[in-house]
């Protein structure tokens, strides 16, 4: 029998999506604390693995909780509203603690600046057309730039750990998984220049509407 069609539909704060998104916030200190004791406070770099393993499991949760409220029928306006900011939370705590421990530094700290800057815009725009009852669906774009932003971030997050063990393949490879990361995340700053302009485009419509009433 289809599981679909049997599970009983519920829409509440503990409804299984939204504990998955749930997970996705507890992992955030989680992850920023193994990064912090293993750069700043010298730990082992093991730690950076088990940070990344934390890490890929919440981004794993990102993809279950949309899946089970649609297949379950238990999507709501809680989840509608967590699930975003979860992203952000989880994106943005991670840019920064990679920024302290100079995994991005130098010009990259540009790309890591949009993207933050971005999802702030992109808030912004949300809470005010929702108090419009307008609602800003997002798009494949906006979903792709996502992806590449934890695959990127996925990258950073080993680093050093990373570089080592491709360089104990081949010694003639320099630091290949945190140049990886770099490159994807100057990619998905650029994704998140045009998904950013989309949604502003959209805002910019809905405020001129709005003041020629």
């Given at each position: 029998?289809?599981?679909?069609?049997?599970?009983?539909?519920?829409?509440?704060?503990?409804?299984?999506?939204?504990?998955?998104?749930?997970?996705?916030?507890?992992?955030?200190?989680?992850?920023?604390?193994?990064?912090?004791?293993?750069?700043?406070?010298?730990?082992?770099?093991?730690?950076?693995?088990?940070?990344?393993?934390?890490?890929?499991?919440?981004?794993?949760?990102?993809?279950?909780?949309?899946?089970?409220?649609?297949?379950?029928?238990?999507?709501?306006?809680?989840?509608?509203?967590?699930?975003?900011?979860?992203?952000?939370?989880?994106?943005?705590s991670c840019l920064l603690m990679l920024a302290a421990d100079n995994s991005i530094h130098g010009w990259t700290l540009w790309a890591a600046i949009v993207i933050l800057?971005?999802?702030?815009?992109?808030?912004?725009?949300?809470?005010?057309?929702?108090?419009?009852?307008?609602?800003?669906?997002?798009?494949?774009?906006?979903?792709?730039?996502?992806?590449?932003?934890?695959?990127?971030?996925?990258?950073?997050?080993?680093?050093?750990?990373?570089?080592?063990?491709?360089?104990?393949?081949?010694?003639?490879?320099?630091?290949?998984?945190?140049?990886?990361?770099?490159?994807l995340l100057w990619a998905s700053a650029i994704f998140t220049i045009y998904t950013g302009y989309d949604y502003f485009r959209a805002g910019i419509h809905h405020l001129?509407?709005?003041?020629?009433?």
């Amino acid at each position: 029998m289809n599981i679909a069609t049997t599970r009983v539909p519920s829409k509440t704060s503990t409804s299984l999506p939204n504990i998955l998104t749930y997970t996705r916030i507890a992992a955030i200190p989680v992850v920023v604390g193994c990064i912090y004791a293993q750069s700043i406070m010298d730990y082992p770099l093991w730690l950076r693995w088990v940070a990344v393993a934390v890490f890929i499991a919440a981004g794993v949760t990102d993809y279950l909780d949309g899946y089970y409220a649609r297949i379950w029928n238990q999507q709501s306006a809680f989840g509608r509203m967590l699930d975003p900011i979860a992203d952000k939370l989880l994106v943005a705590s991670c840019l920064l603690m990679l920024a302290a421990d100079n995994s991005i530094h130098g010009w990259t700290l540009w790309a890591a600046i949009v993207i933050l800057c971005r999802e702030i815009l992109v808030s912004g725009l949300r809470e005010y057309l929702a108090a419009l009852r307008v609602s800003v669906p997002v798009t494949k774009v906006a979903k792709w730039k996502t992806t590449m932003q934890l695959v990127a971030i996925g990258f950073l997050l080993a680093g050093e750990a990373g570089d080592l063990m491709v360089s104990a393949v081949s010694t003639q490879v320099g630091p290949l998984v945190t140049q990886i990361g770099l490159l994807l995340l100057w990619a998905s700053a650029i994704f998140t220049i045009y998904t950013g302009y989309d949604y502003f485009r959209a805002g910019i419509h809905h405020l001129i509407e709005e003041d020629s009433r």
